[in-house]
């Protein structure tokens, strides 16, 4: 029964990363080399490498947005 448990939130979070990837991809496509290897990407479920694309080609850090580092107005 855990094993189902584990697929069912596997298959959340990767819908939700691929959700999130899509609604957002005319902020993320820039670093790639066309619309299509971006969405190629997405459909195959290749987050990981999305994310070394996006971090080779940006000095963004998530982890400080998100604490609101640098954020205050």
């Given at each position: 029964?855990?094993h189902?448990?584990?697929?069912?939130?596997?298959?959340?979070?990767n819908?939700?990363?691929?959700?999130?990837?899509?609604?957002?991809?005319?902020?993320?496509?820039?670093?790639?080399?066309?619309?299509?290897?971006?969405?190629?990407?997405?459909?195959?479920?290749?987050?990981?490498?999305?994310?070394?694309?996006?971090?080779?080609?940006?000095?963004f850090?998530?982890?400080?947005?998100?604490?609101?580092?640098?954020?205050?107005?």
């Amino acid at each position: 029964m855990q094993h189902i448990k584990q697929a069912m939130s596997n298959i959340l979070i990767n819908s939700s990363k691929a959700k999130f990837l899509r609604d957002n991809e005319n902020k993320f496509v820039r670093y790639f080399d066309d619309s299509a290897h971006y969405r190629s990407l997405i459909n195959a479920g290749n987050f990981k490498k999305i994310e070394e694309i996006v971090k080779e080609k940006t000095t963004f850090n998530r982890e400080q947005w998100i604490n609101g580092v640098g954020n205050e107005r």
